[in-house]
């Protein structure tokens, strides 16, 4: 819907990566084929108006290459959007070079300005090491002066208006998105009609069910939330707040200091995150909290680790709950938690 409204209203989009055309995660079907002639066709150019032109392709193997090139294109095409897709975020890796010789740091070499997006799909499932992780703490760490932007939707009306506004904003900077795996198909992660007709992208979400008085707040991002939600509705708590960070850069300072102020009596204060602590954003929030609200937060998360992820899915179980158990408390059922 966020790629058809803006053909309609003439704005190319350019979309290119590992299985973009069908979508990895079945987040789209592009391009259908025909199973006897094998004649392609793309619903998106046939919109039966007048419209921009929709540009998919299913790119090689060659992370390097090809977003590099989606970079150059970027340059030389400023309307509309120029996305590039990893299969997973993991396979960024392989780009390292581009991102760091061109795509941060491009507009303060040469003045080269560059609204390319990155479609990462990020989130630990316990699919194993080189399936989870975008890395995202190798993005922040490269973020100065507005270099690029950072968001992590975890609604379909939030990555709808990101998709938008980076298309129709006076600006020109690259956009990473750390894009949804398992939110694609999850019961609590939707979003109606009119959440898309009206409204815009917030860099940070309170709790659609806020305490009336919240002794706990926890600070997070990503699938983890709707996971803390079931927990503290399972528990049944009435004091804990569970507010998403939506944007990690440009931080979101003025915003997140509205929300979190209106439970400043609350005694405890957590950020909770899936990644290990030397990954993921709790590196780069974790001042930004201390000094916004003066106040010490928690770390909940997994322990720092060399990998990503463990290979073991019984053993992410495992993690997973205790981080829950942690951060909101444990189940009734004592096995719940073993």
Not at 66 to 74: A, M, R
Not at 259 to 270: C, G, P, Q, T, V
Not at 305 to 324: D, M, V
């Amino acid at each position: 819907l966020a790629v058809a409204s803006l053909l309609a209203e003439n704005i190319p989009i350019r979309l290119s990566g590992q299985d973009s055309g069908r979508g990895t995660f079945s987040q789209r079907q592009s391009v259908l084929t025909d199973i006897e002639t094998e004649e392609k066709y793309v619903p998106l150019n046939n919109l039966g108006i007048k419209q921009a032109p929709y540009m998919v392709y299913d790119s090689l193997l060659s992370e390097t290459g090809v977003l590099g090139f989606e970079y150059g294109y970027s340059l030389t095409q400023p309307k509309g959007l120029v996305i590039w897709e990893a299969q997973f975020g993991d396979f960024v890796n392989n780009a390292q070079s581009i991102i760091d010789l061109y795509i941060v740091s491009g507009e303060a070499k040469w003045q080269r300005l560059s609204g390319l997006v990155m479609l990462l799909p990020h989130g630990l499932e316990g699919l194993g090491p080189e399936h989870s992780s975008a890395r995202p703490e190798r993005f922040l760490q490269l973020c100065a002066y507005d270099n690029i932007q950072v968001c992590i939707p975890s609604l379909p009306s939030q990555y709808f208006h990101l998709l938008r506004k980076q298309a129709k904003v006076n600006y020109r900077k690259p956009l990473v998105i750390l894009s949804p795996k398992s939110l694609l198909r999850h019961s609590l992660s939707v979003s109606s009609l009119k959440d898309l007709e009206e409204g815009s992208f917030q860099e940070v979400l309170d709790d659609p069910d806020p305490p009336v008085k919240a002794t706990r707040v926890i600070l997070c991002s990503g699938k983890i939330y709707y996971e803390l939600l079931n927990r503290r509705q399972e528990r049944g708590d009435d004091d804990i707040a569970i507010i998403r960070l939506e944007q990690y850069y440009p931080f979101p300072e003025q915003s997140l200091k509205n929300i979190l102020s209106k439970y400043n009596k609350a005694k405890l204060w957590s950020w909770v995150q899936e990644e290990p602590s030397n990954m993921g954003a709790w590196s780069f929030v974790r001042h930004r909290l201390d000094k916004l609200m003066k106040k010490n937060f928690n770390y909940v998360g997994r322990d720092a680790s060399a990998s990503p992820a463990t290979g073991f899915p019984k053993l992410y179980h495992k993690q997973q709950r205790e981080i829950l158990s942690t951060a909101v408390g444990p189940l009734g059922n004592a096995n719940a938690t073993a």
